[in-house]
């Protein structure tokens, strides 16, 4: 599975968009970019995944360079309930596992 | 539609011990995967199930061993538990043959003292 890089922590004030990056240099033409996010102590919880257009859900957007070697998550109106550790993750749909790394850190304040 | 679903919620185990953890899948999903999770890291892939056989594997001890049952239900064993086998337990389940998007239950928090 391609690896991937993201900031340690961010901000964002309650009501403003948050907007995750990740790097996925390495991505390959089969590979999918996945976006969970855990909230302390839970499970993780599926946000978005996209292949190489936009997406869009009820959760958030997801966009992906035309070269797919980068992707922001979009959360368009941040609540403090969206306080969290977001990961980025790029793995094939047969693929057996998930490949976490340590994840952005998203602390939303008011 | 029914969650996926972990027993127990917590456990305190000693050194040496041998520990079971449940889970039951999502409904209609038929695959099954384990992840420990030690504090401040993401989670680490231990095994797979899909049909009742493994299919893949982390990098995890034998004394790590898993079950899939025909309900697709799952269990995790851990023989011989060592200290740096605290950590939270996650399982997910998915429908492998559309594709493996997976859903995650809320965890087993294990301690071994």
């Known amino acids: 599975d391609a690896k991937t890089t993201q900031p340690t922590s961010m901000d964002c004030a309650e009501g403003r968009a948050a907007n995750l990056p990740c790097n996925h240099s390495t991505i390959s033409g089969n590979e999918y970019v996945y976006w969970y996010r855990q909230i302390h102590s839970q499970g993780p919880q599926y946000i978005i995944h996209g292949l190489k257009n936009n997406e869009t859900n009820e959760m958030a957007s997801l966009i992906i360079t035309e070269d797919r070697k980068s992707s922001t998550l979009i959360l368009p109106h941040a609540t403090l309930r969206d306080t969290a550790v977001y990961y980025c993750?790029?793995?094939?749909?047969?693929?057996?596992?998930?490949?976490f790394g340590t994840g952005t850190r998203l602390q939303v304040t008011l | 539609e029914t969650g996926v679903t972990q027993s127990p919620t917590h456990l305190i185990k000693t050194r040496g011990q041998q520990v079971t953890l449940r889970c039951s899948s999502q409904s209609g999903h038929n695959t099954v995967s384990w992840y420990q999770q030690a504090l401040g890291q993401g989670p680490q892939f231990i095994f797979q199930?899909?049909?009742?056989?493994?299919?893949g594997r982390g990098n995890f001890p034998p004394r790590f061993s898993g079950l899939q049952f025909p309900n697709y239900s799952s269990e995790l064993n851990v023989n011989a538990l060592e200290l740096d086998d605290s950590a939270l337990y996650l399982c997910?389940?998915?429908?492998?043959?559309?594709?493996?998007?997976?859903?995650f239950g809320p965890g087993t928090r294990l301690t071994v003292l």
């Open positions: 993750i790029v793995f094939t749909g047969t693929a057996s596992k998930l490949t």
């Open positions: 199930y899909y049909r009742e056989e493994e299919n």
């Open positions: 997910a389940s998915s429908f492998r043959d559309y594709y493996n998007e997976q859903f």
